[in-house]
């Protein structure tokens, strides 16, 4: 019998290239990566509408945007046609961070950016290695490209922490292309320190790009300071200010790496891809570093009390530096439709990462979060869960 590229490197390097729950997941199913956020198709047919419904699936700012964000766009001139360059925001974005323009590449959302390096970096038949569980996109855009993706799975005993020697031993024994790692991670909060980075992208040893997805880097309370990674010219930063400023209508992202890594990326972005109303959100955005520092300490209060909460309930919450908690309930999927047909709350079904009895809490207010564990409380799967 052949053996695949992927069973080769398995065979080689040990267990965390077997076929996890996750990768098994995303090879039976091509259809598109599962997203937090309400479904409009699915509350249409349960006779829901969006605005009753408290949406704990999505992990942005609590705070939602910014007042002068919302005036800016009542203002917004809606027949003159987007900076192709995003030139006014990526001086601004470079003026905040002390980071060269060059450098920067706005995008719709760091899902495009996502996709755009995948097309820069990957050719049919290349390896991409993804730190799992995590974010379907990366595996999305890697087979899109015609990429193989290989997953290093952490283990829920471990409390979904990565071996990093490891990992850092396969990642130097494959040479990808690209490795993808989501810090904090989605769905399990889990937070590497700069050594730990370092050590990954020094792994590569100058022939692969790691991609460090900082999507809910602004929500963690003890962050590194990561931009002068770039200058190890084998590391893109990604930042998500739709989830920072609580825009995620207008989608809005952006790309930290060396001047050649944004030219070979920005070649792939089709014209106009971050519209107006983005653009001049970003702007504006930007002169309110505050309303980012009130969600963090909002989500601070809320995680306190959410860990508590479930502690005394007896379910089990590991802990998270990022604005969302995974957490153990048995039959997810079942939980997840009795909170929202029974209680009008939307959680998140982690069975597209490979976690079947997981949903992921999005952190809102605490306010919110009463209403969220009287519901859990109330909730017959919950019941089902501890008997």
């Known amino acids: 019998m052949k053996q695949t590229w992927g069973t080769r490197a398995a065979a080689r390097f040990g267990s965390p290239l077997a076929k996890g729950p996750m990768q098994a997941h995303l090879e039976e199913n091509h259809s598109a990566p599962v997203h937090g956020g309400l479904n409009a198709r699915e509350l249409e047919s349960l006779g829901l509408h969006p605005e009753e419904v408290l949406d704990f699936s999505a992990s942005i700012n609590p705070l939602g945007a910014p007042r002068e964000v919302r005036e800016a766009l009542r203002s917004l001139p809606p027949d003159a046609y987007p900076d192709r360059s995003c030139l006014k925001l990526r001086r601004a974005l470079g003026s905040h961070l002390g980071i060269e323009p060059h450098s920067i590449l706005a995008g719709n959302g760091s899902t495009e950016l996502i996709h755009l390096i995948a097309r820069a970096f990957l050719s049919p038949g290349d390896s991409a290695v993804i730190f799992a569980p995590t974010f379907g996109e990366y595996a999305a855009a890697c087979r899109l490209a015609g990429a193989s993706p290989v997953f290093l799975q952490s283990r829920e005993e471990a409390e979904f922490r990565w071996d990093l020697a490891h990992a850092s031993k396969l990642i130097s024994g494959l040479r990808p292309s690209l490795v993808f790692v989501c810090n904090p991670n989605n769905p399990t909060g889990i937070y590497l320190g700069e050594d730990e980075v370092r050590q990954i992208a020094d792994s590569l040893g100058g022939g692969g790009l790691l991609v460090l997805d900082e999507a809910y ?48 990326v920005g070649k792939f972005q089709y014209s106009w891809s971050v519209n107006a109303a983005a653009q001049a959100a970003g702007l504006v955005a930007i002169d309110h570093p505050r309303h980012v520092e009130r969600g963090r300490r909002l989500v601070g209060a809320s995680k306190d009390f959410l860990t508590s909460a479930l502690g005394r309930m007896g379910l089990d919450c590991p802990p998270s530096a990022a604005n969302f908690l995974l957490i153990r309930v048995g039959e997810a999927a079942r939980l997840r439709r009795e909170l ?48």
Request: charged share 25%; aromatic share 6%.
């Open 217 to 264: 880097r602004s929500f963690v309370d003890k962050r590194w300071r990561s931009q002068g990674l770039i200058r190890m010219g084998n590391v893109v930063l990604l930042r998500s200010m739709t989830k920072d400023y609580g825009i995620a209508g207008l989608r809005l992202g952006y790309l930290l790496a060396a001047e050649g890594v944004v030219a070979r």
């Open 340 to 387: 929202l047909t029974r209680f009008r709350v939307c959680v998140r079904d982690c069975a597209s990462f490979g976690l079947p009895e997981h949903i992921r809490i999005g952190v809102r207010s605490v306010e919110d979060s009463r209403r969220l564990v009287l519901a859990l409380k109330a909730s017959t799967a919950i019941r089902n869960h501890h008997e």
